[in-house]
């Protein structure tokens, strides 16, 4: 099972995924980082172009998410007789 | 997220007023009507519905940008996203270089950047793999907890029993990774074998 950790954060290198057991393969989420940009475009359009149309502020800035392998991957059971039923 | 944004926020001798509006549209718009009435330096928005992203008048009032959510089509305006394709798509190759075939994906609202995105990725993957794309391992819908909890339980029920073959899933969104987690496989007694094993 792979899912999306938003809990992580590069500056403290939390994740809520490593604390499950078994430790969960998880897409680390740029959250942080995303909110920082945001408000850092928001205040750029907020002092510098107050005059300007809203059409001159348009941009998609798309951050890096990352996968992040830990435990709750594996290849797929190869005796697959052997599986309870 | 409301750290990167506060943080910044304060560095700039601006303050943060949060409003979360848990999914629902209604107290988005009752939220977005107050902060213009209180006359906002600028709203960060990270939409619950396409149709709020897309009012030209919310941006005529005020500076507008969004931020984590945009609307999967159409959208022209000021955003700050992550890479939900490319996430995807990487998880879902993770799984393929790992030997499974049969891989499910339970993502969020397809109008929705992160909902489209991440099924857009997980398509890639597959059909690059030449890997069968099923509507039956396709889940979709909203990113409640609940929902991510309800369909992980479809899945198994549908995969499991039919075919015994082991399953890979993608639990795309945090609440819904949650609810899926929130049970045990049926598969867990042991061995690497269901892919929510001690869940």
Same mark, same amino acid.
């Given at each position: 099972?792979?899912?999306?950790?938003?809990?992580?954060?590069?500056?403290?290198?939390?994740s809520l995924a490593s604390l499950f057991r078994p430790k969960l393969t998880a897409v680390a989420q740029p959250s942080y980082e995303m909110g920082k940009k945001?408000?850092?475009?928001?205040?750029?359009?907020?002092?510098?172009?107050?005059?300007?149309?809203?059409?001159?502020?348009?941009?998609?800035?798309?951050?890096?998410?990352?996968?992040?392998?830990?435990?709750?991957?594996?290849?797929?059971?190869?005796?697959?007789?052997?599986?309870?039923? | 997220?409301?750290?990167?944004?506060? *943080?910044?926020?304060?560095?700039?001798?601006?303050? &943060?007023? %949060?409003?979360?509006?848990? /999914?629902?549209? =209604?107290?988005? @718009?009752?939220?977005?009507?107050?902060?213009?009435?209180?006359?906002?330096?600028?709203?960060?928005?990270?939409?619950?519905?396409?149709?709020?992203?897309?009012?030209?008048?919310?941006?005529?009032?005020?500076?507008?940008?969004?931020?984590?959510?945009?609307?999967?089509?159409?959208?022209?305006?000021?955003?700050?996203?992550?890479?939900?394709?490319?996430?995807?798509?990487?998880?879902?190759?993770?799984?393929?270089?790992?030997?499974? *075939?049969?891989?499910?994906?339970?993502?969020?609202? &397809?109008? %929705?950047?992160?909902?489209? /995105?991440?099924? =857009?990725?997980? @398509?890639?993957?597959?059909?690059?793999?030449?890997?069968?794309?099923?509507?039956?391992?396709?889940?979709?819908?909203?990113?409640?907890?609940?929902?991510?909890?309800?369909?992980?339980?479809?899945?198994?029920?549908?995969?499991?029993?039919?075919?015994?073959?082991?399953?890979?899933?993608?639990?795309?969104?945090?609440?819904?990774?949650?609810?899926?987690?929130?049970?045990?496989?049926?598969?867990?007694?042991?061995?690497?074998?269901?892919?929510?094993?001690?869940?």
């Amino acid at each position: 099972m792979v899912g999306f950790d938003d809990f992580e954060t590069g500056v403290e290198g939390f994740s809520l995924a490593s604390l499950f057991r078994p430790k969960l393969t998880a897409v680390a989420q740029p959250s942080y980082e995303m909110g920082k940009k945001a408000a850092e475009r928001l205040l750029e359009i907020i002092f510098h172009s107050q005059s300007a149309s809203a059409e001159t502020n348009e941009r998609v800035i798309s951050l890096k998410a990352e996968l992040r392998i830990r435990e709750s991957t594996a290849p797929p059971c190869l005796v697959r007789s052997a599986v309870p039923s | 997220m409301v750290r990167g944004v506060q *943080e910044t926020a304060r560095s700039a001798g601006h303050s &943060l007023i %949060l409003c979360n509006s848990n /999914e629902d549209v =209604e107290e988005e @718009r009752r939220h977005l009507r107050m902060l213009l009435s209180r006359r906002v330096d600028g709203v960060l928005l990270a939409c619950t519905e396409p149709l709020t992203a897309m009012d030209r008048s919310i941006r005529e009032r005020c500076p507008l940008g969004l931020v984590d959510r945009i609307p999967a089509q159409g959208f022209k305006g000021e955003a700050v996203v992550a890479d939900n394709a490319g996430a995807a798509y990487d998880a879902t190759r993770h799984l393929i270089g790992l030997g499974h *075939e049969l891989i499910a994906i339970i993502t969020g609202r &397809l109008v %929705l950047s992160p909902g489209y /995105e991440r099924a =857009e990725g997980y @398509r890639k993957a597959m059909q690059e793999a030449h890997l069968p794309l099923r509507g039956e391992y396709f889940k979709h819908g909203s990113f409640r907890w609940e929902m991510g909890y309800r369909y992980a339980l479809e899945l198994l029920g549908e995969v499991t029993p039919l075919h015994g073959h082991p399953l890979r899933k993608l639990c795309y969104d945090r609440r819904l990774a949650e609810g899926a987690r929130g049970f045990k496989s049926p598969m867990s007694r042991g061995g690497q074998c269901g892919g929510l094993r001690r869940f």
